[in-house]
């Protein structure tokens, strides 16, 4: 017991060594890619808004709208990776007007197919669901014809189910 | 018998047609009858209309019997006689008994006689089934020698020419002796020996035989007058084979009559000849008032002995006409009472005749009974205390058994005459009945269509059980009965097919006729005969019936029991296809195992009945092709064929797995359309989660692409 209490500050000590090591090598990172955060920072204000706006329900629209953002971001920040890495190309950049049509234009159309997709699945699950019973009716007439109406049967999942009338007239 | 149904043949009746050998017939007989058909079967030959005059059948092609040639003189009680002709022997005084088919002939007495030529026994020549024109079906033929003398007496009512008394014991008694002595070493009893059922063989009335005892159950034709007294209360079908006593006893009253030259008791009720036979004993009831011969007295005493054990056997006789005097017969005389019981306006001192006259008034001993003054004239007044402790008994007993009330009373009455008269048959109002002669009597109210509720009761109430207990002497035959009628008990109270009265009357009656509406008309003895005659009357029978009823399944089950009884179990089966398929199962193995190897009529007739089989198959394909193929199969006439197509285990066990399966997959199906039917609002949900992940995907792809796309235009 009395050896325990002597380790803990140890630990914890060198837990605080490695943080401020990660620290040190972002500062260091962060320093050598200021241009692209100045860029980004002012680029991915509508994937920030997303992320909020969806909070507690998932990370779908964050991650559809900052990945198209981010596409939009594309040209521009591949243009100050190769060409001018340095803050005045960040600055021109989020000082031209047609960088922020774009951007936010690429984000808007990741709203778009985020809010859009899901009614579209719908729509085509609720097609191929139709079809599917169809198929399913068809292979059920056959067996009654091959087998004859004892093969029959009535499906009944729950008993709370068992007065409802569309499970009757399926019968 | 099976070869005397197949070689009896008809010939149908041309009444047109010369046949070549007509000169041959005598001048006012009809012309010989034309070959038959070759294949023996008298049920494949057609049906002659009854208005048949001068028609005639040949049996076994050589015997010509007309049918417009009566001769009552030598009718029998239930057998008509006709002229007949030997095609081999020309000239042979012949004639033919057709028995009556509401009668059951004694067949196994028939087979035993048949050819043999015993003394002073009426030969018997041949004797079969074949079918009987002028009632337009089959009917067992018996053809005897013809007596040329004619009968002694014509009937009973009628008066005897007198033999002189000294010619009488070597002229009657000793021939008949000897010829009741040759039955006896074969076993058989005659139950038939009667004034109008004796013959003088030749014209010259000097050889007196035996009339036929075949022709009807035994004893059944015979009067009161001539029976023992425990027969003589039985109905006359009931009265069964019987004991060489019981022909010694006849043959006394019998001789008693013919040497009197008249029946003294003529015009007398059975009941009053019954009651003075116990009275004053059977002798001194049949002489009357009138004087026998004193040289035949002792003979006729030994005979009609009441007592069977103290009657006169062939022995005695043969040491009496040996001019040996016998010890005369002392009858045993009956407990007396001192104090007389009143019943029914009379006072009776002894218990036999009080029995009887109880049985005679059944309603006033039911009085008798209930006040209990029977018991105590019982105890008191003859002091058998044993005896009135069994009536107490039996009263109590029977009052006990649950029923209604009515029945209980009868039942009741009835054990209580058992045990007063042990000897007596079991007597229950107008019922009257030996065990023996049970079977016999149940045949023949069957066959003769007459009410069944009494011998249903007989056995169901075990009443048979009652009296074997009443009796006061051991016999091995009752413990054998008692077994008998444990197990018509038994197939009584089984309500299947195969089972039931009818099971009984075959039981009971070995060469029984089966009964079936269908084929009761062919005269059927035996299980080989069944399919013929189902095959014959496949033409005209209503096919939707099946070809195996009650009656034809109890037969088989009683002839051949070893055979069928698996299949009449099947029969029985509730499920419609299994019972179908057991019906065609015992058809075709009694095809199988008795032949005829085609029954095309039959095979036609199951066929058409085998809609619950074939359904029995759930798969449809599987029917089409059944109802392709049993036609094939119908066409050979083979049963063992369709049957073995029907009941295929393989099959069967095939289209049961792929029924499994089908019912699987469509309930499979069944829930899948249901969940896809039922499943909107877990749909949408999904459809909102699938979107959104598509969405995201589908963005970053986009941006891979892009990035790619870009940094590698820039970079090359």
Redesign the interface.
């Known amino acids: 017991m009395g050896k325990a209490p002597s380790k803990q500050p140890a630990a914890t000590g060198k837990a605080r060594s490695n943080a401020f090591l990660y620290v040190l090598i972002a500062a260091a990172v962060s320093f050598a890619i200021i241009p692209t955060i100045v860029v980004l920072s002012v680029a991915l204000l509508p994937t920030a808004v997303a992320f909020l706006v969806e909070r507690g329900k998932g990370w779908y629209c964050g991650v559809t709208v900052g990945s198209l953002n981010l596409a939009g971001a594309a040209p521009y920040l591949t243009d100050l990776w190769l060409t001018n890495h340095t803050v005045d190309g960040a600055i021109a950049i989020i000082t031209n007007i047609w960088a922020y049509l774009v951007i936010y234009g690429a984000a808007g159309f990741g709203w778009a197919i985020y809010s859009t997709m899901p009614a579209v699945v719908g729509a085509f699950i609720t097609m191929t669901a139709g079809r599917r019973i169809a198929v399913l009716r068809e292979q059920q007439r056959e067996l009654v014809q091959k087998w004859g109406p004892d093969v029959e049967s009535v499906y009944e999942p729950e008993k709370k189910d068992k007065a409802n009338p569309s499970s009757i007239a399926m019968a | 018998m099976a070869e005397v149904a197949q070689d009896v043949r008809e010939a149908p009746a041309r009444p047109g047609a010369v046949p070549a050998s007509a000169e041959a017939a005598p001048p006012p007989a009809p012309p010989p009858p034309p070959k038959t058909n070759g294949n023996g079967a008298g049920a494949q030959a057609p049906r002659m209309p009854s208005a048949a005059a001068g028609s005639f059948i040949v049996v076994r092609d050589r015997y010509t019997i007309y049918c417009d040639r009566p001769i009552p003189a030598l009718d029998m009680p239930n057998a008509q006689a006709f002229e007949v002709t030997d095609r081999k022997q020309e000239g042979r005084p012949l004639y033919a008994l057709i028995c009556k088919p509401e009668m059951l002939p004694r067949v196994s007495v028939m087979r035993v006689l048949k050819g043999l030529e015993i003394p002073h026994i009426l030969h018997m020549v041949d004797w079969g089934v074949a079918e009987w024109p002028p009632i337009e079906r089959k009917c067992v033929i018996v053809i005897y020698h013809r007596p040329m003398g004619g009968k002694l007496m014509d009937s009973l009512a009628g008066t005897a020419k007198r033999i002189p008394d000294h010619m009488f014991p070597k002229m009657v008694i000793k021939p008949l002796v000897e010829a009741l002595t040759e039955l006896g070493l074969k076993g058989i009893t005659h139950r038939a020996i009667r004034p109008d059922n004796l013959y003088y063989m030749d014209e010259a009335r000097t050889n007196i035989v035996l009339g036929d005892c075949v022709t009807s159950v035994p004893a059944c034709d015979q009067p009161v007058v001539l029976e023992p007294i425990e027969s003589g209360m039985c109905i006359p079908t009931a009265r069964g084979s019987g004991t060489f006593a019981d022909d010694m006893y006849a043959l006394g009253a019998t001789l008693l009559i013919l040497a009197i030259g008249r029946n003294t008791l003529q015009g007398v009720p059975d009941a009053e000849i019954i009651r003075r036979k116990i009275k004053d004993g059977s002798y001194s009831t049949l002489v009357s008032d009138e004087r026998m011969p004193v040289s035949l007295i002792e003979c006729f005493r030994g005979l009609l002995t009441d007592d069977e054990e103290q009657r006169w056997k062939p022995a005695n006789i043969d040491l009496w006409l040996a001019g040996k005097r016998l010890t005369p017969v002392q009858a045993r005389a009956e407990a007396q009472a001192q104090r007389a019981f009143k019943f029914a306006d009379q006072e009776f001192h002894s218990i036999r005749s009080l029995s009887y006259a109880m049985f005679v008034n059944w309603d006033k001993a039911l009085n008798v009974i209930a006040d209990g003054s029977l018991e105590i004239w019982i105890r008191r007044g003859l002091e058998l205390n044993d005896l009135a402790d069994a009536v107490a008994s039996a009263i109590k007993n029977s009052r006990a058994m649950p029923g209604q009330q009515k029945d209980q009373e009868d039942i009741t009455l009835c054990r209580v005459l058992m045990v007063l008269d042990p000897r007596s048959p079991v007597r229950i109002r107008d019922f009257r009945v030996s065990l023996e002669g049970f079977g016999n009597s149940l045949a023949v109210a069957m066959m003769s269509k007459q009410k069944l509720q009494p011998y249903t009761d007989f056995i169901n109430r075990e009443l048979w059980r009652h009296w074997v207990a009443a009796q006061t002497k051991y016999n091995a035959d009752h413990s054998q009965w008692e077994n008998v009628f444990k197990d018509l008990r038994n197939y009584l109270r089984d309500q299947n097919s195969g089972a039931g009265l009818e099971r009984c009357v075959y039981e009971l009656n070995e060469w029984m006729p089966c009964l079936s509406p269908l084929i009761a008309d062919q005269y059927v003895m035996e299980v080989k005969g069944v399919l013929p005659a189902l095959e014959a009357v496949s033409k005209t029978a209503n096919t939707k019936m099946w070809p195996v009823d009650r009656h034809i399944a109890a037969f088989l089950r009683a002839r051949y029991a070893k055979g069928v009884s698996a299949q009449i179990d099947a029969m029985n089966d509730p499920r419609p296809d299994r019972a179908t398929i057991g019906m065609l199962s015992v058809l075709a193995i009694v095809q199988w195992r008795l032949g005829p190897e085609a029954l095309f009529g039959l095979a036609s007739w199951v066929g058409g009945l085998m809609g619950p089989v074939i359904n029995a198959y759930?798969?449809?394909?599987k029917r089409k092709e059944i109802e392709r193929e049993l036609p094939k199969l119908i066409r050979k006439g083979n049963l063992a064929e369709i049957y073995n197509y029907l009941d295929n285990p393989e099959e069967r066990q095939r289209d049961a797995e792929?029924?499994a399966w089908?019912?699987a997959?469509?309930?499979a199906?069944?829930?899948?359309?249901?969940d896809?039917?039922?499943?909107q609002v877990d749909?949408?949900e999904?459809?909102?989660?699938?979107?959104?992940?598509?969405?995201?995907i589908?963005?970053?792809v986009?941006?891979l692409l892009?990035?790619t796309?870009?940094?590698v235009s820039?970079?090359f």
Do not use: D, N
Not at chain 2, 686 to 691: E, F, P, V, W
């Open positions: 759930h798969s449809r394909p792929g029924f089908a019912k997959e469509y309930a199906a069944e829930k899948q359309a249901f896809l039917e039922h499943g749909r949408q999904s459809a909102i989660k699938s979107g959104q992940q598509s969405g995201a589908a963005a970053v986009i941006m892009t990035y796309g870009f940094l820039k970079l």
